[in-house]
């Protein structure tokens, strides 16, 4: 199974702020369709979790644009360029490139300082 | 608008069976793999299962494999998960997610499994 590995586990930030969390896979995440399937997940408190980013960069709909996502291979990152009250919760990133099993990071606890 | 429904969680003893449902809308059901996803208390999310578009390909985590059914009744538009033998390592909430890069969620059900 491909593991993820997911840090911080904790990120204390001051609103407005940039905030950046690392993803990193045991494996290659480039599927042999050439596509790379590492997706990123916000889970608010009390809430089901919300996918954000599909295909390592690509924002889904309503996602505001200070969301964003690089990397390749097996280093990702999912970066908040100013964060705003509404953005705390856990994050996960999540491998669907060599599935069964999908798998997940730890999760990464973003609270405001 | 895409909707997915869960029920059926609830209070069970150890060693007993559950089934949870998952109702779908707003998208053409059967053309969708589909999964279950659980979260212990306070813990991260887990794959427990995944189903094809017509139900001719189900694969399991190694935890529940031989413990839990998954299926699919796409007349109904609705996915379900049998689950028997509960001990309380399967106490979580269970979330059933749309395609194999689960862009939907619902918002979960939970399972507690205690005496």
């Known amino acids: 199974d491909v593991v993820m590995t997911q840090s911080p586990l904790s990120l204390p930030v001051t609103l407005g702020q940039p905030a950046s969390i690392s993803c990193r896979s045991s494996q290659s995440l480039v599927h042999s369709d050439g596509n790379t399937y590492l997706n990123w997940f916000q889970q608010r408190p009390g809430q089901s979790p919300r996918r954000l980013i599909y295909k390592v960069s690509n924002r889904d709909s309503g996602v505001p644009d200070r969301f964003s996502g690089s990397g390749s291979g097996t280093d990702f990152t999912l970066k908040i360029s100013r964060v705003e009250a509404e953005d705390v919760g856990i994050y996960y990133c999540?491998?669907?490139?060599?599935?069964?099993?999908?798998?997940f990071g730890q999760g990464t606890r973003l609270q405001i300082k | 608008e895409v909707q997915l429904v869960e029920s059926g969680g609830g209070l069970i003893q150890p060693g007993g069976s559950l089934r949870l449902s998952c109702a779908a809308s707003?998208?053409?059901?059967?053309?969708?793999?589909m999964h279950w996803v659980r979260q212990a208390p306070g813990k991260g999310l887990v794959w427990v299962s995944r189903i094809n578009g017509d139900g001719s390909s189900t694969t399991y985590a190694d935890s529940v494999k031989g413990r839990f059914t998954i299926s699919r009744d796409n007349a109904e538009n609705t996915l379900y998960l049998e689950m028997n033998s509960l001990t309380a390592d399967d106490t979580a909430v269970y979330y059933c997610?749309?395609?194999?890069?689960?862009?939907?969620w619902g918002q979960g059900t939970l399972v507690t499994v205690s005496s």
């Open positions: 707003g998208f053409t059901f059967s053309s969708y793999w």
């Open positions: 997610t749309r395609g194999s890069n689960c862009v939907d």
């Open positions: 999540m491998q669907g490139t060599h599935w069964p099993p999908i798998t």
